[in-house]
């Protein structure tokens, strides 16, 4: 494998925005994911609990993870709403719209295909009844009053991993169900914008709740608990939507088993979670690269960060290189303060390190070319800062146990320019690339 060759699979392996193949998903430090695995398998009824955290930190790694411990003993169902929205829908934006009811209904279908696919169950005419007839209600503008639903066909929009005792194949907990083909298009429409919301008490809505809580029953009366996971909900930017989903309505807190959302971190810091009825909260923040001594505000890299983010490179070049072949300790260290703790950030820092060894035709990886690959990244997330986003990350660089009452706060964390860590209480930093040009110099060391 020549230079250019190595370079491009470093690029392949470290896809910010793909999901993790097996075997690369490093453990790290302050994940609440074990624990949110070991309160399952008490048993103690149906918990659910509700994840929040920044785009980029590593939320559907770690439930992947979390599937995959689940798996050994239930029969675990992932859904990522936002990959299906602008995957399939092909309207991302339309995330801002998407009813509690749709995404039961998209449960609902999930369920339906993986119970007969992978636990060969044969559903009665009246489940398949109840989910059909619960659709129909749902979508009167569809044009499916005088047409034959066919669940299975409609289902196949719903891309879905799935785990169960005994079914890793070749080494694979989970398995995804086969994305949707040509003949099956998605023939309902998702996220409907400019129409009446439907709140929780109409009777649309419950029977459709009822249909799916038959299907969950029948599988967990007759075979293994189900654990559900629904992904990609923390992807809603507003506070309106945010509200709507997490606040104004129960739905997803009735389904009839264990079910773990993610959520916009907005719901927490904006004291919403307090009042998320029937939800127990817990927070991934991102990895702690850095800590303050003594509670100030002067940062030291942490064994944490260095020992998970050498892990997660060591999985990835498997086969290309070791760690120490690749990057000196002092050249890891670097990237790894730089990426703020974000797993997606490293990955868009190994690919502009990749970029440059490939335009230098050298599997050797200098101090400048690691010093170029931050410096694009740095330059990539200074776009759309303005004075009043610097003074309010100031503030914080000066009391960063404390968010500050600002109407821009949201908006720093959401575009990632202020990060929560989770060593000692959680605390708040700007993103450490800010401050190597846009905030005072002296700020980390």
């Known amino acids: 494998m020549n230079a250019l060759e190595f370079w491009r699979e470093i690029y392949r392996r470290f896809d910010p925005e793909g999901p993790p193949q097996d075997g690369w998903i ?11 695995a070991d309160d399952i398998g008490l048993r103690f009824g149906e918990q659910k609990f509700m994840l929040f955290g920044t785009i980029g930190t590593g939320k559907s790694t770690e439930l992947r993870r979390l599937a995959a411990k689940r798996a050994k003993e239930d029969f675990t169902l992932v859904l990522d709403i936002y990959r299906f929205m602008e995957e399939r829908l092909r309207d991302a934006p339309a995330m801002e719209h998407i009813a509690p009811w749709e995404i039961v209904q998209l449960i609902g279908l999930a369920v339906y295909r993986a119970g007969a696919e ?19 209600a ?21 891309t879905t991993l799935v785990g169960l ?24 429409r998702i996220g409907r ?3 009446r919301t439907l709140d929780d008490q109409d009777g649309r809505v419950r029977s459709l709740l009822s249909a799916v809580n038959l299907l969950i029953g029948r599988i967990q009366h007759e075979h293994v608990p189900i654990t ?38 907005a719901v927490h810091h904006e004291g919403m979670a307090a009042s998320v009825r029937g939800f127990k909260p817990k927070v991934l923040a991102n990895v702690p690269v850095f800590e303050r001594p003594n509670g100030s505000a002067v940062l030291t890299a942490t064994v944490a960060g260095r020992t998970f983010f050498r892990e997660l490179l060591s999985l990835r070049l498997q086969g290309l290189s070791t760690v120490d072949g690749l990057l000196t300790a002092e050249q ?16 868009h820092l190994m690919q502009n390190l990749a970029r440059g060894g490939g335009r230098a035709k050298t599997r050797t990886v200098t101090d400048e070319m690691v010093a170029s690959a931050i410096d694009e990244r740095r330059r990539d997330l200074e776009l759309g800062l303005d004075a009043g986003h610097l ?42 690339l800010l401050t190597r040009k846009q905030l005072p110099p002296g700020a980390m060391s």
């Open 26 to 36: 490093a453990p790290r430090a302050y994940s609440p994911v074990d624990a949110i």
């Open 118 to 136: 992978k636990l060969g169950l044969a559903w009665r005419a009246l489940e398949t009844r109840a989910l059909e007839e619960a659709i129909r």
């Open 138 to 158: 749902l979508a009167p503008g569809e044009e499916t009053s005088a047409t034959q639903l066919d669940l299975m066909k409609l289902a196949q929009g719903v």
């Open 165 to 188: 005792p005994g079914l890793g194949v070749a080494g694979h907990v989970l398995e995804a169900l086969g994305g949707a083909t040509e003949d099956a298009p998605w023939k309902l």
């Open 193 to 195: 914008r400019n129409e």
């Open 228 to 265: 559900l996971i629904v992904d990609g909900l923390d992807r809603m930017t507003s506070v309106e939507a945010t509200r709507r989903m997490f606040l104004e309505s129960r739905l997803l807190g009735e389904l009839a088993c264990v079910t773990l959302v993610t959520a916009p971190l």
């Open 332 to 347: 890891l260290d670097e990237l790894v303060v730089a990426s703020g703790g974000r797993v997606r950030d490293f990955m």
């Open 391 to 432: 003074a309010v990350l100031r503030e914080v660089m000066g009391n960063p146990g404390q968010l500050p009452a600002a109407d821009c706060t949201e908006e720093l964390i959401r575009n990632q320019w202020l990060l929560p860590y989770p060593n000692e209480s959680l605390w708040w930093y700007p993103h450490p």
